[in-house]
Structure formats: C-alpha cells, structure tokens
C-alpha cells in the first residue's frame, strides 16, 4: 500500500516521519520525498508494509500531525520517483559562465562519482552531484558548504 504526505518542510526529515508515525513499521527506503523544480520538497511518498499499517499512520497523522495530510497513492507514482537517498547534493550560487571543470575544482577532496555532475540551469547555474555514500555526502556538505567557487559562495543541500 502507498501513501502520499504532503505538508511538509524543507528541512523535514525522513526520520522525523518515522518517528510520527510510529507503529506504521516505516523505514527509511521506505519513503521518497517529491521536490519541485526549485528542489522544494513538496511531498513525501510513503511504501507501508500492510494496510493495516497505512491506517495506524492515518490515525497518527490525525493525532498528532495537524499540518500533514494523508493520502493514498499508486504504485506508478512510487515507481517514476527517483530517490536521491542522501547520497545527492544540491549546489547553488554559481556564476552565469561557470563550467564542470570549475564545479571539479570547488569538489576536490571529495569522494563523489564525476560522471554523474548535472549542471541543471544556465541563466543561474544549479548543479547536482551523486555520492557513492551517505557518509560521502555529509562529508562534502560540511566541508564545502559556504564555500567559495569562482568568487561566488556556493550553498549545498543534501537531497534525501
């Protein structure tokens, strides 16, 4: 059974879910978090184990989450969402004219997979970069984060 949450923040955690809706069995790849085009999260896809568990995570949501709401959902919507599982960062605050070679630099010391660097927008340049690990991607966020790339600082989120 499937679920969709919605009314959640943007620093809202996969385990702050699991810890509301205690007793509805939840792991953490057990839930996909939706983000909009600006990487907003908008919604969260949860994967429940039984209906029965989907109906404890209803009544908790009722209980105790006031701001959420609990939907069901298909398992084609589950199956198109990629999850980002922690291990993607988001960096933000490039210059205009900035190249992959110049993200390169900004990364080095990191442990992370080049091939997988996407530079997303030109007019202000957004870039996603796959880590092998979730430690990796910690990692990199705390050391380069408000770090400084072409002059300009850049901000780095990990997607979940």
Same mark, same amino acid.
């Given at each position: 059974?499937?679920g969709?949450l919605?009314?959640?923040?943007k620093?809202?955690?996969?385990s702050d879910?699991?810890?509301?809706?205690?007793?509805?069995?939840?792991t953490?790849d057990?839930?996909?978090i939706?983000y909009?085009?600006?990487?907003?999260p908008?919604?969260?896809?949860l994967?429940?184990?039984?209906?029965?568990?989907?109906?404890?995570?209803?009544r908790?949501?009722?209980k /105790?989450?006031? !701001?959420? %709401?609990?939907?069901?959902?298909?398992?084609?919507?589950w &199956? *198109?969402?990629m999850p980002?599982? +922690? /291990?993607?960062? !988001?960096l %933000?605050?490039?210059?205009r004219?900035?190249?992959?070679? &110049? *993200?390169?630099?900004?990364l080095s +010391?990191?442990?992370?997979d080049p091939s997988?660097?996407?530079?997303?927008?030109q007019g202000?340049?957004?870039?996603?970069?796959?880590?092998?690990?979730?430690?990796?991607?910690?990692?990199?966020?705390i050391?380069k984060?408000?770090?400084l790339c072409?002059?300009?600082r850049?901000?780095m989120r990990v997607?979940e």
């Amino acid at each position: 059974m499937y679920g969709r949450l919605f009314g959640i923040m943007k620093h809202t955690l996969k385990s702050d879910i699991i810890n509301m809706l205690e007793g509805s069995d939840l792991t953490v790849d057990d839930i996909k978090i939706s983000y909009s085009q600006q990487f907003i999260p908008f919604k969260m896809l949860l994967q429940f184990p039984s209906r029965q568990a989907f109906d404890n995570a209803a009544r908790m949501v009722a209980k /105790k989450g006031r !701001l959420y %709401r609990l939907e069901r959902a298909d398992r084609s919507e589950w &199956d *198109i969402l990629m999850p980002y599982d +922690g /291990k993607t960062v !988001l960096l %933000r605050g490039f210059p205009r004219n900035v190249a992959a070679i &110049d *993200i390169e630099r900004f990364l080095s +010391g990191c442990v992370y997979d080049p091939s997988s660097m996407e530079i997303l927008r030109q007019g202000f340049p957004t870039a996603l970069v796959r880590f092998p690990t979730r430690a990796a991607a910690m990692n990199a966020f705390i050391t380069k984060n408000r770090g400084l790339c072409v002059n300009n600082r850049i901000l780095m989120r990990v997607l979940e």
